[in-house]
C-alpha cells in the first residue's frame, strides 16, 4: 500500500504560478498528476518513472514541470503561467509496478495508488 498525501493548491491569478506537492509514505515505481474540472474527465498532466523519464500532456507542456526528491518521496508539479483552464482538483497517483507503468506514462489505469486531492483555481 502506498498512501498519497498532496498539497500546495490554492487561488491564484492567471499568469501565477503554484507549486503542488505529493508526499508517498512508501517507494513506487512511476508517479503522476492528473486532474479534474468540474463537468470533466480526469486528464493526466505528467508523469514520471524512477528512471528519471517524464511525459507531460500537451496542455501543460512548456509551463509545468513535474519533479521528484526522492530522499523525501515527494513529488512536485510546479506550474507556471498558470490559465483559467488549469482550474481543476490535482490528484497525485502512483504505482508499484514497473509492467504497469510501462514507460512514463498519463494512463489512469498505471496507477493502483491515489490521493484525496488538491483543489487549484485560477481566475482571469
Known amino acids: 500500500q502506498v498512501q498519497l498525501v498532496e498539497s500546495g493548491g490554492g487561488s491564484v491569478q492567471a499568469g501565477g504560478s503554484l507549486r503542488l506537492s505529493c508526499v508517498a509514505s512508501?517507494?513506487?515505481?512511476?508517479m503522476a498528476w492528473f486532474r479534474q474540472a468540474p463537468g470533466k474527465e480526469r486528464e493526466g498532466v505528467a508523469a514520471?518513472?524512477?528512471?528519471?523519464?517524464?511525459t507531460y500532456a500537451a496542455s501543460v507542456k512548456g509551463r509545468f514541470t513535474i519533479s521528484k526528491d526522492n530522499a523525501k518521496n515527494t513529488l512536485y508539479l510546479q506550474m507556471n503561467s498558470l490559465k483559467p483552464e488549469d482550474t481543476a482538483m490535482y490528484y497525485c497517483?502512483?504505482?508499484?509496478?514497473?509492467?504497469?507503468?510501462?514507460?512514463?506514462?498519463?494512463?489512469?489505469?498505471?496507477?493502483?495508488?491515489w490521493g484525496q486531492g488538491t483543489q487549484v483555481t485560477v481566475s482571469s
Open positions: 497517483a502512483a504505482g508499484r509496478n514497473p509492467s504497469m507503468c510501462g514507460v512514463a506514462t498519463t494512463r489512469a489505469y498505471s496507477y493502483a495508488y
Open positions: 512508501a517507494y513506487s515505481y512511476c
Open positions: 514520471r518513472n524512477s528512471d528519471g523519464t517524464t
